[in-house]
């Protein structure tokens, strides 16, 4: 098919590369190797897919089937094609985008809904909207670096038979999905807008940047995640309003900041090219470009992200999104020489202009440093926060204590997980689902990430009388969140964050204080954990413990059941085999464990008759959606208020080929609560050869504290006083 210029269409403005960038581009082709390499990387697999030639089938399964994933590449390819085509000139790469374009304008007239009924937002190309939208991102994109090759006949064709009713389709079409404050919303308003900007429909990109006035949207209406979907905002800008703290945190977590950071960003690229006076990216003082930031904090010394809310695990820095995402904040942000590092390790950069400012700065590049940080959570900066607590030797320790994260929220209020580099040592379960595996619900989410991963049961933090928080009702969690009470990450070498709840249960505060300490004060690094539980009425407390490794022993006895039994029938303990137990005595129990050539040790306060309950994921799981993970449970019954204490100690090696372990028994020999009243808790914990004596302030946290503590007084100023006594 021969392609015939267009006269008069040498003025598209165009919105991903504009006329300077291009220039600036093809000025140092040839002086940026790894722009070079990822250029040549891009056009061998073009060139091997136009030479294997493309298919555009008629759409019927969900995600991992054929259909689904053939229409995934071919955008994905599309998009590539576009930008290879405007740096290079080479028509070919044109062409293939126009030919499959106009197999897509002879395709979608014919559709109605995906056959596919799984979905509050049914898609054409896909089962849901949301991969339509992903479609429609990457589709724009390349049709606006091809829009001046195009000829006019080719190009109204398009635009009136694909793009406009596409576009349509997601927004006047699909209010349910487009109106709302949620990812779903952010890909549609960047589909719709990206198009708009395009194709030069104004209306479009109005609807997309501010919303539809009139969406008949029911107040009572939910997705299928079970979030509400009304919203009293709307559009692109009341999505950066809404889903980021002022200090950058998104409110769904980091697994799903990964996936919106994308439509944010190049949506944002095609406003500042095309619409710069609204200086998208000082929008809301910078919230963008900061949230980059603020997500590259939440990844593990790995560079995989941590598993909050709904998540994959090992999704990580070197996602696609996240390639592009510090590219475009270093070029439209301050320069930052931490980002070039991060590009280093991806080894990969956007091919745009973005990409090349990277690609030509590498030298600059200097440590993007992990440090301690405590961001604040919901639009306001208003609902609780995210703590994580890094030492120098690899050790993080995070701390939950923010919203709901909307439909992809899990009940997990003041939850934490441990990772030693970057390894996993006390587990967030993280999501159930494969995603993009067909055989596993079309890859979509199991019912078990809400019968289970969702539930409080799933996670480190205590449960009381086998109800999850805010008894599992989103609508609930979403109007409540925890408080800090206080922190200091000043100090390596010993850091410490408390916050506390009053909402997850009616009636009963919960508050937690994480202390990290390095090897300085004791033999090995330790982190310390005290639980505090208040109420008037008697309860059932659980505390799980979901530790990663192999169990090496315990300082107590237990018994092992001869059946295998749940050890609850609803919000979680369904899901999980009770393997062995034990009363307690009252003393300190000890449990050992195994992890990448590391052995660790749980050191815990009890109280008689207080229960010890060795479980493993499972039960009520005939299709095997669950993995096979184990976890602790510290049960204290019949219990009003009370205090939970632990140390977790990180200590010796062992190595498989040497066959050689070293130190395999940890230092901390007990931990006792010595005072524990409503203003003050007193902590003691011993090794053979030292003694730590904690003090916490429970209320008052600034001011100055003195209590008489057996006959001696204790003084200080702040929320706590660590003293430490050579033996």
């Given at each position: 098919?021969?392609?015939?210029?267009?006269i008069?269409?040498?003025?598209h403005?165009?919105i991903?590369?504009?006329?300077?960038?291009?220039?600036?581009?093809k000025?140092?082709?040839?002086?940026?190797p790894?722009f070079?390499?990822?250029l040549a990387?891009?056009?061998?697999?073009?060139?091997a897919?136009?030479?294997?030639?493309?298919?555009?089938?008629?759409?019927?399964?969900?995600?991992?089937?054929?259909?689904?994933?053939?229409?995934?590449?071919?955008y994905?390819?599309?998009?590539?094609?576009?930008?290879?085509?405007?740096?290079?000139?080479d028509?070919?790469?044109?062409?293939?985008v126009?030919?499959m374009?106009?197999?897509?304008?002879?395709?979608?007239?014919?559709?109605?809904?995906?056959?596919?009924?799984?979905?509050?937002?049914?898609?054409?190309?896909?089962?849901?909207?949301?991969?339509?939208?992903?479609w429609?991102?990457?589709?724009?994109?390349a049709?606006d670096?091809?829009?001046?090759?195009?000829?006019?006949?080719d190009?109204?064709?398009?635009?009136?038979q694909?793009?406009?009713?596409y576009?349509?389709?997601?927004?006047?079409?699909?209010?349910?999905?487009f109106?709302?404050?949620?990812?779903?919303?952010?890909?549609?308003?960047?589909?719709v807008?990206?198009?708009?900007?395009?194709?030069?429909?104004?209306?479009?990109?109005?609807?997309a940047?501010?919303?539809l006035?009139?969406?008949?949207?029911?107040?009572?209406?939910?997705?299928?995640?079970?979030?509400l979907?009304?919203?009293?905002?709307?559009?692109?800008?009341?999505?950066?309003?809404?889903?980021?703290?002022?200090?950058?945190?998104?409110?769904?977590?980091?697994?799903?900041?990964?996936?919106?950071?994308?439509?944010?960003?190049l949506?944002a690229?095609?406003?500042?090219?095309?619409?710069?006076?609204?200086?998208?990216?000082?929008?809301?003082?910078?919230?963008?470009l900061?949230?980059?930031?603020?997500?590259?904090?939440?990844?593990?010394?790995?560079?995989?992200?941590?598993?909050?809310?709904?998540?994959q695990?090992?999704?990580?820095?070197?996602?696609?999104?996240?390639?592009?995402?510090?590219?475009?904040?270093?070029?439209?942000?301050?320069?930052?020489?931490?980002?070039?590092?991060?590009?280093?390790?991806q080894?990969?950069?956007?091919?745009?202009?973005?990409?090349?400012a990277?690609?030509?700065?590498?030298?600059?590049a200097?440590?993007?440093?992990?440090k301690?940080?405590?961001?604040?959570?919901?639009?306001?900066?208003?609902?609780?926060?995210?703590g994580?607590l890094?030492?120098?030797?690899?050790?993080?320790?995070?701390?939950?204590?923010?919203?709901?994260?909307?439909?992809?929220?899990?009940?997990d209020?003041?939850?934490?997980?441990?990772?030693?580099n970057?390894?996993?040592?006390?587990?967030?379960?993280?999501?159930?689902?494969?995603?993009?595996?067909?055989?596993?619900n079309?890859?979509g989410?199991?019912?078990?990430?809400?019968?289970?991963a969702?539930?409080?049961?799933?996670?480190?933090?205590?449960?009381?009388?086998?109800?999850?928080?805010?008894?599992g009702?989103t609508?609930?969690?979403?109007?409540h969140?925890?408080y800090?009470?206080?922190?200091?990450?000043?100090?390596?070498?010993?850091?410490v964050?408390?916050?506390?709840?009053?909402?997850?249960?009616?009636g009963?505060?919960?508050?937690r204080?994480?202390?990290?300490?390095?090897?300085?004060?004791f033999d090995?690094?330790?982190?310390?954990?005290?639980?505090?539980?208040?109420?008037?009425?008697?309860n059932?407390?659980?505390?799980?413990?979901?530790y990663?490794?192999?169990w090496?022993?315990?300082?107590?006895?237990?018994?092992?059941?001869?059946?295998?039994?749940?050890?609850?029938?609803?919000?979680?303990?369904?899901?999980?085999?009770k393997?062995?137990?034990?009363?307690?005595?009252?003393?300190?129990?000890?449990?050992?464990w195994?992890?990448?050539?590391t052995?660790?040790?749980?050191?815990?306060?009890?109280?008689?008759?207080?229960?010890?309950?060795?479980?493993?994921?499972?039960?009520?799981d005939?299709?095997?959606?669950?993995?096979?993970?184990?976890?602790?449970?510290?049960?204290?019954?019949?219990?009003?208020?009370?205090?939970?204490?632990?140390?977790?100690?990180t200590h010796?090696?062992?190595?498989?080929?040497?066959?050689?372990?070293?130190?395999p028994?940890?230092?901390?020999?007990?931990?006792?609560?010595?005072?524990?009243?409503?203003?003050?808790?007193?902590l003691?914990?011993?090794?053979d050869?030292?003694?730590?004596?904690?003090?916490?302030?429970?209320?008052?946290?600034?001011?100055?504290?003195?209590?008489?503590?057996?006959?001696?007084?204790?003084?200080?100023e702040?929320?706590?006083?660590?003293?430490?006594?050579?033996?």
């Open positions: 098919m021969a392609n015939c210029k267009a008069g269409q040498n003025n403005e165009h991903m590369i504009n006329k300077a960038q291009l220039s600036f581009i000025e140092n082709l040839g002086k940026a790894l070079d390499k990822t990387e891009v056009k061998a697999n073009l060139d897919e136009i030479a294997a030639g493309f298919d555009v089938p008629v759409p019927k399964d969900l995600a991992g089937g054929y259909t689904h994933e053939t229409h995934k590449k071919n994905v390819l599309m998009e590539q094609a576009g930008a290879v085509y405007r740096i290079t000139g028509e070919k790469y044109a062409s293939f126009r030919d374009l106009l197999k897509y304008v002879e395709l979608f007239p014919t559709l109605g809904l995906h056959p596919a009924k799984k979905s509050y937002s049914r898609g054409k190309l896909f089962w849901q909207c949301l991969n339509d939208a992903n429609l991102v990457s589709v724009s994109q049709y670096n091809i829009y001046e090759w195009l000829n006019n006949g190009r109204l064709l398009i635009e009136a694909l793009l406009k009713p576009a349509e389709f997601l927004s006047t079409g699909n209010p349910q999905f109106n709302r404050i949620h990812n779903h919303s952010t890909w549609a308003c960047a589909a807008g990206l198009t708009g900007l395009a194709i030069g429909d104004e209306q479009l990109v109005k609807n940047l501010y919303g006035e009139n969406d008949g949207i029911k107040a009572n209406a939910y997705d299928n995640d079970g979030a979907i009304k919203s009293e905002t709307k559009g692109f800008l009341a999505q950066i309003d809404g889903l980021f703290s002022p200090d950058g945190l998104y409110s769904e977590g980091p697994y799903y900041h990964r996936y919106a950071i994308y439509p944010f960003l949506f690229v095609g406003i500042e090219n095309a619409k710069p006076e609204l200086e998208i990216f000082k929008y809301r003082d910078g919230s963008l900061k949230s980059v930031n603020t997500l590259l904090g939440e990844s593990n010394e790995k560079g995989d992200f941590f598993p909050l809310n709904d998540a695990k090992g999704m990580s820095i070197y996602n696609t999104s996240l390639i592009s995402a510090v590219d475009i904040a270093y070029y439209y942000g301050n320069k930052n020489p931490g980002l070039l590092s991060i590009a280093k390790t080894d990969a950069i956007k091919l745009d202009a973005s990409g090349m990277v690609a030509l700065n590498l030298s600059k200097k440590p993007m440093i992990r301690s940080m405590v961001v604040k959570d919901g639009k306001n900066g208003d609902m609780g926060a995210l994580i890094r030492s120098g030797n690899g050790k993080e320790l995070v701390f939950k204590f923010g919203s709901q994260g909307m439909g992809h929220g899990h009940f209020k003041l939850s934490y997980s441990f990772y030693n970057g390894n996993e040592v006390v587990q967030d379960y993280g999501m159930a689902r494969f995603v993009n595996i067909e055989q596993k079309g890859g989410y199991l019912k078990e990430n809400t019968t289970f969702k539930q409080s049961i799933a996670h480190n933090t205590l449960v009381i009388n086998e109800t999850s928080h805010f008894e009702n609508d609930i969690g979403e109007l969140a925890p800090l009470n206080f922190n200091d990450i000043s100090d390596t070498n010993i850091q964050i408390s916050a506390s709840d009053s909402n997850a249960y009616d009963i505060k919960m508050s204080t994480l202390f990290m300490l390095d090897g300085s004060f090995n690094p330790i982190t310390i954990d005290l639980l505090k539980v208040n109420s008037e009425k008697p059932q407390y659980d505390l799980p413990l979901y990663k490794g192999q090496i022993a315990t300082n107590f006895e237990y018994q092992i059941p001869e059946n295998l039994s749940k050890i609850g029938s609803a919000n979680g303990y369904q899901h999980i085999w393997e062995a137990e034990a009363t307690l005595d009252g003393s300190n129990i000890q449990f050992t195994l992890n990448h050539g052995f660790y040790t749980y050191t815990a306060a009890s109280l008689k008759d207080d229960e010890f309950i060795a479980g493993r994921l499972g039960a009520t005939p299709n095997f959606n669950l993995r096979r993970d184990p976890l602790l449970i510290h049960r204290r019954k019949n219990s009003t208020t009370t205090s939970f204490a632990s140390v977790t100690e010796g090696s062992y190595s498989p080929v040497n066959e050689k372990s070293i130190n028994y940890g230092s901390i020999r007990s931990i006792t609560i010595e005072l524990d009243t409503e203003d003050y808790t007193v003691r914990i011993k090794t050869n030292k003694e730590g004596l904690l003090a916490i302030a429970n209320k008052d946290f600034h001011n100055k504290h003195l209590i008489n503590f057996k006959g001696s007084n204790l003084k200080w702040g929320p706590f006083n660590f003293n430490l006594i050579e033996k």
